[in-house]
């Protein structure tokens, strides 16, 4: 697997994992603070685990996915905010 694969699969993952975990946080009725700090657990905590994973295998090319790992984050909260816009008119 070369590294764009990786990726990808990496960043599909996270971003399924987003938008259930929103939606799941929406259907049980919590209220919206928890709401909010479940989501900020669910969208910087992957990639957080990512970079120290990254750092710890001594790899060079840190500075290559660091980029990578802050447009997660990005897109994770994009995700969320756009997730939690829908679920509130759907749900």
């Known amino acids: 697997m070369n590294a764009v694969t990786i ?4 960043g599909s993952v996270y971003l399924v994992i987003v938008a259930y975990g ?4 929406r259907k049980l009725g919590l ?6 700090v479940a989501a900020s657990v669910q969208v910087v905590l992957p990639p957080v685990v ?19 790992l802050i447009l997660l984050l ?6 969320a905010l756009c997730t939690d816009l829908v679920a509130r008119r759907v749900l």
């Not at 990726?7 to 990496?10: A, M, P, V, Y």
């Not at 929103?22 to 946080?25: L, Y």
């Not at 209220?31 to 909010?36: W, Y």
């Open 31 to 36: 209220p919206p603070h928890i709401r909010f």
């Open 22 to 25: 929103v939606v799941r946080t």
């Open 7 to 10: 990726f990808l699969l990496i």
């Open 50 to 68: 990512l970079a120290v994973a990254l750092l710890l295998t001594g790899n060079m090319a840190v500075a290559g996915w660091s980029l990578m």
């Open 74 to 79: 990005v897109a994770g909260a994009l995700l």
